[in-house]
């Protein structure tokens, strides 16, 4: 085997991790909207819509931990593998499900999926373990531009894998799963073949005679947080764009789908919507570096009221409107993701700072598996409409702790 400066292997390793999330975006991605219409076909409520999403997102929280684990066990290249094999897995339960309307093997299937956005998470990580200081964002956003490319690819496969699964006599739904089954197999492959060394084991490896840190607890963790009001601002801020983010999201489809919207245009909406999540991340960086964490927050919670607005007000059969609201949906996500886990990271002592990132997340996706699921109640005893409200007014309250938090720090 040919060795590798470090330079060129940071490289190597930044290339291949980013093919992996492309891989794992255009597989994923497409199976939001997709997943959202097929528990609504099987059960014939729009109210159980949101469980799809629900049950993937909790699938990503619950295997978030174990996949840390074999990280620290066996590094970068099993715990990938594992996530992104368990999605296959999984994909091919949710078309089993889907073709026989079978909503225990759809969700089980949609649960297993979520292990493949986990390890899509763990990816970004493993993109700075030997990476140098003055490169680590480059590298990172290297990665997440990855993420971008596959997951506003995602969506719009939705047709043409739904007339693929209509030609073998499925349903048409069930199309984006075969998509999600084998870029995730691509994945698996990619990971195996070419992410060696592995990153996190050689990183062990040139750290070597240095004492461990030891590992804290997520209990002691949360109460690190609580003892510092920035800290759980930054939590909440990432927390609350994410509910707002994924419950909105989840119930757009459902929503269009009334005006009997193509899924061609369905997943052109998607699409709008990631494309807003990810394509202006090093603006929204920049931005958060040169005004700081809190206004940039701030900038996001504006934009996130008025998605919540847009959207609320735009009829079903509007695509071009729900358009508008879905992209300002994700770049108001953007801006309190960015800022607000920037700002965690600068306000907790640096011992604590591994623990409180990763409690920061588990409460994101719980949010957000919380947020799809409240989605689909609101959407069924309500309305679309009273959902995006209902979600504005939760931004809203995090907009008012905001400029008490500046009171506070001028005080």
Known sequence: MKILSPEAHQRKIVRVLGLAQVLNGIGVAGTVAAGSLLVSSITKSDGLSGLAQTISVLGAAVMALPLARL????????????????????AVLAIFGGAN?????MLLGAFMVG??????????????????????????????????IGAVTGPNL?????????????????????????????????????????????????????????????????????????????????????LAMVSIMVMTP????????????????ISVHVLGMYAFSPIVGAMS????????????????IASALISALAPHHDSFTLGIGLFLLGLGWSFTL?????????????????????????????????????GGVIIGFFSYAALCYATGLVVVALGIWSFKLKKQKRS
């Open 338 to 374: 960015i800022a607000g886990s920037t700002l965690l990271s600068e306000t907790v002592s640096l011992e604590m700072r591994p623990s409180t990132q990763g409690a920061s997340d588990l409460v994101m996706n719980l949010m957000g598996a919380g947020g799809a699921a409240i």
């Open 158 to 242: 939705m047709e043409p894998s739904g007339v693929f699964a209509a030609a073998l006599g499925l349903p048409k739904l069930v199309g984006p799963y075969f998509i999600a089954a084998f870029t995730l197999a691509l994945s698996v492959v990619v990971i195996q073949l070419f992410l060696k060394p592995d990153p996190f084991l050689t990183a062990n490896k040139v750290a070597a005679g240095s004492s461990p840190q030891e590992q804290k607890s997520m209990r002691s963790a949360l109460k690190h947080i609580r003892e510092y009001p920035l800290a759980l601002f930054a939590i909440a801020s990432v927390a609350i764009g994410h």
């Open 71 to 90: 990280t620290q066990s066996g590094g970068r290249r099993l715990a990938l593998t594992s996530g992104y094999s368990i999605g296959v897995v999984g």
């Open 115 to 148: 292990a493949a956005s986990a390890s899509g998470y763990q990816a970004r990580f493993a993109a700075i373990d030997l990476a140098t200081p003055e490169k680590r964002s480059k590298d990172l956003s290297f990665v997440v531009w990855g993420s971008t």
């Open 101 to 105: 309307q079978n909503l225990f093997f």
């Open 254 to 269: 459902v929503h269009m789908a009334h005006s009997d919207a193509s899924l061609q245009i369905i997943g052109f909406v």
């Open 289 to 304: 570096d040169k005004f700081g964490r809190v206004k940039t927050i701030q900038v996001g919670i504006l934009i996130l």
